[in-house]
T-cell receptor, first 115, second 115 residues
Framework: DSGVTQTPKHLITATGQRVTLRCSPR?????VYWYQQSLDQGLQFLIH???????AKGNILERFSAQQFPDLHSELNLSSLELGDSALYLC??????????????FGPGTRLTVT | AQSVAQPEDQVNVAEGNPLTVKCTYS??????LFWYVQYPNRGLQFLLK??????LVKGSYGFEAEFNKSQTSFHLKKPSALVSDSALYFC?????????????FGTGTRLTVIP
């Protein structure tokens, strides 16, 4: 168990809908990263938050957004869902972005299925 | 820009034999390299990292990796494979553009250890 929790584990929804995925980082970790894992695209970095502020963006669609709250948990919002958004969404945390030695610890993921 | 390549989609090895999972990288600055393992329906687990120092890095579960700067490779190795090592293995490199510590992953190599 990495200490990173994600809810829900599974989510099935229809095209055009909006969902929110939640991630709680390990105790003491200030950085949260979101990744998307799909058969087509592999593992792709979406977005990084550090202590409530956005630090870096990757291949994140405009329909997707995220935020990190004062208690450091993060939410990833996916809207106007399309079939191609079906994927495993992984959250990872690390102590900081500044210290290059800190590896990321991953949660079990949320499996999103868009029908 | 940075990237990693895992040239083998699938590696099969007999139990008790040594295993190697290959990874090559491309970065503009210093390479910060990682190996992660993913078991079915689970998130990614950190195995080991290379930041600086010795070219042979030891990690979890008896795995090690050899950093070779001239060949830009970071192959994962284990002297004696176990059936329980069967999983999906990802090589990753730290983003050297934003400095935000997010990771770029390879496409993954599925390791099957045959009893």
């Amino acid at each position: 168990d990495s200490g990173v929790t994600q809810t829900p584990k599974h989510l099935i929804t229809a095209t055009g809908q909006r969902v929110t995925l939640r991630c709680s980082p390990r105790s003491g970790d200030l950085s949260v990263y979101w990744y998307q894992q799909s058969l087509d695209q592999g593992l792709q970095f979406l977005i990084h938050y550090y202590n409530g502020e956005e630090r870096a963006k990757g291949n994140i669609l405009e329909r997707f957004s995220a935020q990190q709250f004062p208690d450091l948990h993060s939410e990833l919002n996916l809207s106007s869902l399309e079939l191609g958004d079906s994927a495993l969404y992984l959250c990872a945390s690390s102590v900081s972005w500044e210290y290059l030695n800190y590896e990321q610890y991953f949660g079990p993921g949320t499996r999103l299925t868009v029908t | 820009a940075q990237s990693v390549a895992q040239p083998e989609d699938q590696v099969n090895v007999a139990e008790g034999n040594p295993l190697t999972v290959k990874c090559t990288y491309s970065v503009s600055g210093n390479p910060y390299l990682f190996w992660y393992v993913q078991y079915p329906n689970r998130g990614l687990q950190f195995l080991l990292k290379y930041i600086t120092g010795d070219n042979l890095v030891k990690g979890s579960y008896g795995f090690e990796a050899e950093f070779n700067k001239s060949q830009t490779s970071f192959h994962l190795k284990k002297p004696s494979a176990l059936v329980s090592d069967s999983a999906l293995y990802f090589c990753a490199v730290r983003d050297d553009q934003t400095g935000a510590n997010n990771l770029f992953f390879g496409t993954g190599t599925r390791l099957t250890v045959i009893p």
